[in-house]
């Protein structure tokens, strides 16, 4: 007897939202420069297909040095700016969204002084540290998701995205369970953990080392030139396809560039 295979389905309110879909973007450096150009396309591409497309909110709270240029989407003229300002008029100049910048740090308790900073449908973050992994997964698992059922910032997903030199990943998991449809052909899976469940003893053990470079030479010596930029295209991807498809049987997946090899993580 073959096993069903296990999907994950996307909440139907991303699939056809009343609003656009809120996204808060934590991280604008290497992965994060990257994904916000990434995610603008997609708005583009969905508005275009009759979505409501996308609203992104971009949380950093560093500043554009000769560091970043080149590796990071940063150039010459934005040296001096905040990370996520730079990156905020550009794309919303470009592509004519309304998207926002916050010069702050994202942190747990942004979320319960103010019902709306910081609050969205998804949550992507591209940070250096555990620690501030540990951060977000405590403020998304105290949200309250008793609210209405069509409410534009309701907690649904969180990607994460994370690299070394040469390697990554990107985890998809859900905020609490998503209510899935009946099937007959798949075995269908409401709840994806989070990286800081199922990874918790990995992360725990990983040194942070997110200390400033200051060259360019420098900075490759930690990521190389292409890592963070492939890890965004495939996330994005990924992001994509539960939106067009409605559902996923990949929740992520591992990035080793160096040699050119992409392990997918499997919904389970």
Not at 72 to 93: H, M, T
Not at 178 to 205: C, H, I, N, W
Request: net charge neutral.
């Amino acid at each position: 007897m073959n096993t069903p295979t296990a999907i994950h389905f996307t909440d139907n309110y991303l699939i056809n939202p009343t609003n656009p879909v809120t996204v808060t973007l934590i991280g604008a450096g290497g992965t994060g420069s990257q994904l916000l150009t990434a995610l603008a396309r997609m708005n583009h591409a969905l508005v275009a297909l009759g979505h409501a497309g996308l609203q992104v909110s971009l949380y950093d709270d560093d500043m554009v040095t000769e560091a970043n240029l080149g590796r990071q989407l940063f150039a010459d003229a934005e040296l001096g700016q905040y990370k996520a300002v730079a990156l905020i008029n550009r794309s919303n100049r470009f592509f004519g969204t309304n998207w926002k910048a916050v010069t702050k740090r994202f942190t747990k308790d942004m979320l319960h002084r103010s019902p709306v900073n910081g609050k969205a449908n998804i949550y992507i973050s591209c940070v250096d540290t555990a620690a501030a992994r540990f951060d977000i997964a405590e403020a998304l698992q105290m949200i309250d998701r008793n609210t209405s059922r069509y409410e534009h910032n309701k907690a649904f997903y969180w990607m994460d995205f994370g690299n070394n030199r040469h390697t990554g990943q990107v985890i998809l998991s859900t905020v609490g369970e998503v209510k899935q449809p009946a099937s007959k052909r798949y075995r269908t899976v409401s709840f994806l953990p989070m990286v800081t469940e199922e990874f918790k003893d990995l992360l725990q053990g990983e040194a942070d080392n997110n200390e400033p470079s200051c060259s360019l030479a420098e900075a490759l010596q930690k990521q190389d030139l292409f890592i963070n930029s492939t890890l965004a295209s495939m996330g994005t991807s990924l992001l994509w396809n539960l939106f067009r498809e409605g559902m996923t049987e990949n929740r992520g997946f591992f990035l080793n560039l160096k040699d050119f090899r992409a392990q997918p993580l499997k919904v389970a």
